[in-house]
């Protein structure tokens, strides 16, 4: 074997405990899955509730995904390649529904426009005593599509942001006229990145659980919680889900590496088209787009502060789920920031071969649907782990599971930061190894780390089911209780709880969107 | 009173260039302004077939918008654009690019980044010619000596090797005439001149009409059939290099083109005096009769002068300057009137500076002569 620094050999052993750790739940699932006697395997899959599932989730991911891309390019382009008034101002508010987790979005879709919603209730004097269900497919649909679309916008716009206006110019005196120049030199440049984006959506959607959830619509996610006592069935289902997953990640990172692959030539500029007559026009959609993702929501939401106390109490402040929800993400988040720096730090010293293989299963948490971890470590943990079933440490090692490639992102780029030469650079300049730590590689890492930190924070702070599955008996947080509220109609009593979670998710949006910043400058 | 620099005055005998006789492209009275300030004023100029025509200036000109202008990707204020007798711009009528028949090569040159060589080549090409000619795209390719890297993305060329694919890839649609907009700046000095070499060869064996623009002389001098100089969106002067060179008409031109020395002079009778010798009254350029006994100013290029080293009493100059340029050095002489002349030696010389040196003049030609700057 190659001989290895002391260091790196730490990380090397640290980080194989750690993968080791998280493959153990999954591959324990997948071997319980495989396992199921044949017979049972066929009665569960030719079940007609397997197959409704199945054909429930691929709808929904496709139309979904459809929708996000004729939502989101056209977008994209409105608000990057015109000279749309107030184009920061657009961008920042086609952006914003990022900040509104799924879940919460359909929560207020529902309270709204659902039976006795809000809409139905002021409708109600005008003789409209129903309206068309907000239950199902198209609910669904309609709330992914609103708070996924950000993600292909944002691929897509990247993607715009990279054509060399000339070539657009090079085209017209090549003897192509404006249209067949869009899509022969515009869309043939942005395609690989609106396909990255779109997978990332069906990804998204594929493993969301509280959406599908709230709407009612049975799709793996939600079979899987439902039926997370009966293992043979929701392991089947976990594998397929998984599958799925593992088949949309893959397509992902191909379509990533052709989008990387394509930067080349520099230029200066941003191709501008001019609007003309359609300058006032071309507002409208945004407007739209933003109407129907953040100002219903925040309408919705702000008005349960006059609700009437029947529904909830809208002003007690829930200091036990706020000091529960603080007290879990703290600890997962040192947890898994201490746990994953190995694993980075091995990326960032591109130990070669095999050890790939700790940095790649330590990635199973992108395609791990957060139902399906917390089905694994409700068997697992109840099987193996009888006294630690149901507390606390097995709540924090799933978020670990789901969470750990959030946190070796943002440790990858802080240890990248502390370059070896700078130590060498201070060594030479006379000052000793452990002052050369502190006054050199300390201030460099301690920033990206602790924004790194914080992300995990506040991430799993707003994560929905492995919090329901896992959650000790009777410890109650932000999300559980405006879980729980919807289910009661207390809108009253999910008021404040949302609001303070739409704050966190804010603050890990723009924590992810500043590392992504200085990645792309490094 | 100080005289307007800027403008050329008309002492001289017209210069034997004149307009083409075939014209691809006429341009008559364009002006060209942006926000309110005038980029393009009163430009009439034209190019004929098969000619190589280079616009030279310095930066921000203006001649990437005159470029732009006869692409029919900008719009003009007034005057006309025809090419073969077509008006394709006036600021009633705008040609849209794809139905004008120009090709164009950026400076960044703009490939598209996800097509491979040969589809950026065979991109302009309809298919109807394709089916006429399939061979077209592997002809182009061989004309630049690519055809190695028919399959190859832009991102695996060099900066030579992009400059060729964009080259062809304008080629491919046969335009009427093709604009070249400074293609050589990606490229590092050494290539440069091996690629204008090239460039010249393959316009001159397709036959295209070509506008050039560039900001280095150098470049201008050694490819074009013709120059023209813009100066603040004005032609300044216009003709071959070696006209050019040798008769500017404006102190502009005259240093753009190369190191210029102005030395003050009095023409009394047949000869001109001036601090570094006598110079015959024919030796200067279109010199009439109702100049005499008049200040001058003569244009010496730093091979028109000699100098060596000599004994204090009877220098004329001190070395203040001096610059290694490879095969030569360059120096800078002041004058015992203060006037600067700058003349370059071998690199054998070695002068140093400080050191005491007679100027004197060495020239085979006719020189070029100016009005004064300064009337006392």
Partial sequence: ?522 | MAVDDSKSFDIWPPLQSEDPKDPVLEIENMFKSFGGSRVLSDLSFSVGKGELLTLLGPSGGGKTTILRCIAGLQEIDSGTIKIYDELVSSPEILVPPEKRGVGIVFQNLALFPHLTVGQNVSFGINSYDIELYPEKVDDLLELVDLSHKKDCYPNELSGGQKQRVALARSLAPNPSILLLDEPFSSIDAGLRIEMREELRTILKTTGTTTIFVTHDQEEALSISDRVLILKSGRIEQSGAPQELFNYPRSRFVASFLGHASFISGFLDGDTISTMIGDIDRENIYGLSKEYDNLNMEILFRPEDINIDLCNPKNANGTITYQRYLGEKILYKVALLNGEIIQCSAPTTSDIPLGSFVCVSIDSEGQLAWFPPTHID
């Fill in chain 1, 1 to 522: 074997m190659k001989k290895y620094p002391r260091t790196v050999l730490f990380s090397i052993i640290a980080s194989s405990i750690v993968a080791g750790l998280i493959l153990i739940p999954s591959v324990w699932l997948v071997i319980t899955a495989i396992t199921v006697p044949f017979a049972d395997l066929i009665a569960i899959l030719s079940r007609g509730k397997t197959i409704q599932i199945l054909i429930n989730s691929v709808l929904m991911v496709s139309l979904t995904t459809l929708c996000t891309i004729l939502i989101a390019v056209p977008l994209a382009f409105i608000t990057t390649c015109t000279d749309i008034s107030y184009k920061r101002f657009w961008t920042a508010m086609v952006c914003l529904p990022l900040v509104i987790p799924s879940y919460i979005g359909a929560f207020a879709y529902v309270s709204t426009f659902g039976p006795h919603g809000t809409l139905q209730k002021m409708l109600l004097p005008l003789g409209v005593e129903e309206l068309p269900s907000i239950y199902g497919l198209s609910g669904t649909v309609i709330v992914l599509t609103l708070y996924t679309y950000p993600y292909v916008y944002l691929t897509t716009r990247a993607a715009l942001k990279t054509i060399d206006p000339q070539t657009i110019d090079v085209s017209r005196t090549l003897g192509v006229g404006r249209w067949r120049t869009f899509s022969k030199v515009i869309w043939k440049q942005i395609y690989p990145a609106v396909i990255a984006g779109a997978l990332l959506v069906s990804l998204y959607c594929l493993s969301d659980f509280g959406t599908p959830a709230i709407m009612r619509y049975d799709v793996f996610t939600r079979a899987i919680y439902i039926k997370r006592f009966d293992l043979g069935f929701s392991a089947i289902l976990s594998l397929i889900l998984l599958l799925f997953a593992i088949v949309i990640l893959s397509m992902e990172s191909r379509a990533h590496k052709s989008v990387v692959n394509r930067k080349t030539i520099d230029f200066k500029g941003t191709l501008q088209i001019p609007l003309g007559k359609w300058k006032g026009l071309s507002t409208v959609f945004p407007l739209f787009v933003a109407f129907f993702g953040i100002a219903i929501p925040l309408i919705t939401f702000f008005g349960w502060f006059s609700l009437d106390p029947v529904y909830g109490s809208v002003f007690t402040i829930p200091y036990k789920h706020i000091f529960n929800s603080v007290l879990v993400s703290f600890a997962a988040a040192t947890v898994i920031t201490l746990a994953s720096t190995p694993v980075s730090h091995l990326i960032v010293r591109k130990t070669p071969s095999w050890y790939g293989i700790i940095q790649k299963s330590s990635y199973i948490g992108y395609a791990m649907p957060g139902v399906v971890i917390g089905l694994a470590l409700i068997f697992f943990g109840s099987r193996y782990l009888g006294s630690y079933y149901q507390t606390l440490p097995l709540l924090i090692f799933a978020y670990a599971i789901r969470f750990f490639p959030l946190s070796i992102g943002s440790n990858t780029t802080a240890i990248s930061s502390a370059d070896i030469e700078l130590v060498h650079a201070s060594r030479t300049l006379g000052v000793g190894p452990i002052r050369s730590f502190l006054k050199v590689t300390f201030p460099l890492v301690t920033p990206s780390w602790l924004a790194g930190f914080c992300l995990v924070f506040l991430t799993v702070m707003k994560e929905l089911p492995i919090t329901l599955m896992l959650r000790p008996t009777g410890f109650e947080t932000l999300v559980t209780l405006i879980w729980m509220a919807e289910d009661a109609n207390f809108y009253g009593d999910a008021a404040l709880p949302i609001v303070m979670l739409l704050i966190v998710s804010g603050l890990s949006m723009v924590l992810l969107l500043m590392q992504e910043d200085s990645n792309g400058r490094g």
